[in-house]
């Protein structure tokens, strides 16, 4: 059964930074799109960055995170990270973990995590 595993959520104060972590079951997911998303009671689930490898990796953030976002992976341990620096209050959410997506899909993913807590105070 695949499992995705999100860590690394938290309470943190505006400016300060986080790394999301997510351990997938099988390393093979990393073949294939992976990426994260957010969400906050009362409003559908947000695309916050994707990642996809070949050759050589591609990336996709959502204009609200990029400059502060760093989405990467060890293939090796079959993780994928987010790095979330300069964090704001409008980051607060719960951050998904999903993989088994098409190269630059920004929605369809075979697989969730379970979701972990980021909140950001003032």
């Known amino acids: 059964q695949v499992q995705l595993v999100e860590s690394g959520g938290g309470l943190v104060q505006a400016g300060g930074s986080l790394r999301l972590s997510c351990a997938a079951s099988?390393?093979?997911?990393?073949?294939?799109?992976m990426a994260w998303f957010r969400q906050v009671p009362g409003k559908n689930r947000e695309f916050v960055a994707a990642?996809?490898?070949?050759?050589?990796?591609?990336?996709r953030y959502v204009h609200s995170v990029k400059g502060r976002f760093t989405i990467s992976r060890d293939a090796a341990k079959g993780t994928l990270y987010l790095q979330m620096n300069t964090l704001k209050l409008e980051d607060t959410a719960v951050y998904f973990c999903?993989?088994?997506?098409?190269?630059?899909?920004?929605?369809?993913?075979?697989?969730w995590g379970q979701g972990t807590q980021v909140t950001v105070s003032s």
């Open positions: 099988e390393r093979t997911l990393l073949n294939y799109a």
């Open positions: 990642m996809w490898c070949g050759a050589s990796c591609s990336t």
């Open positions: 999903a993989a088994g997506g098409r190269p630059g899909s920004l929605s369809n993913y075979d697989y």
